[in-house]
């Protein structure tokens, strides 16, 4: 579907809603309120989300800044050096594209756990309901691209119950709203 316009004034239309839909890294905040509850657990769960289009990490996707997609958020992520994800999954197929860096990403099932380090430009598609996580055991900080198949996903469903415990209670909302 393209952008509509009226035909009056088209051109100065076009032009707003092409900067209304540009994102530019520079004016995406890195915050990591979303997974502070996780650091409550464990502080090397710590990173960085700059979000692009959609409300991940949002619980009631009533972000008013937000710019909104028909069927996926798209999200930055900085992992540190030496920090990790919890195992989660999620009900939406995920994607990671890797920026810059070497992230390990480690998939579970029943009982069984495989590791695999990436590279830059190299992808990784985890389907619905794979258990997965994202390990950087390099000296550099990692980013990728994160892409959830919903504009308003659920967040993460942990395996750790103490997670899971925490994050009935933790509403970030308001704190990670776009400030654009």
Not at 110 to 129: C, F, H, T
Not at 130 to 143: A, L, S
Not at 163 to 169: K, N
């Amino acid at each position: 579907m393209s952008t509509t316009i009226d035909e009056s004034g088209s051109r100065a239309k076009l032009e707003a809603s092409l900067e209304k839909h540009c994102k530019t890294f520079a004016t995406r905040n890195a915050n990591a309120r979303v997974w502070a509850l996780e650091t409550e657990i464990d502080e090397k769960y710590a990173r960085t989300q700059r979000r692009y289009l959609g409300t991940s990490g949002n619980v009631e996707h009533t972000d008013p800044n937000a710019l909104m997609g028909a069927h996926f958020t798209l999200t930055v992520l900085q992992q540190p050096a030496g920090h990790k994800q919890p195992m989660h999954h999620h009900d939406e197929e995920e994607v990671f594209f890797v920026l810059q860096g070497r992230p390990t990403i480690i998939w579970e099932y029943a009982g069984e756990s495989v590791k695999r380090q990436l590279d830059r430009w190299d992808m990784i598609y985890n389907p619905p309901g794979q258990v997965h996580g994202i390990v950087n055991e390099t000296d550099e900080d990692c980013f990728f691209q994160v892409m959830l198949g919903n504009p308003t996903p659920e967040r993460p469903k942990y395996l750790d119950p103490r997670l899971r415990r925490l994050q009935t209670a933790d509403r970030p909302d308001e704190e990670i709203r776009a400030k654009d």
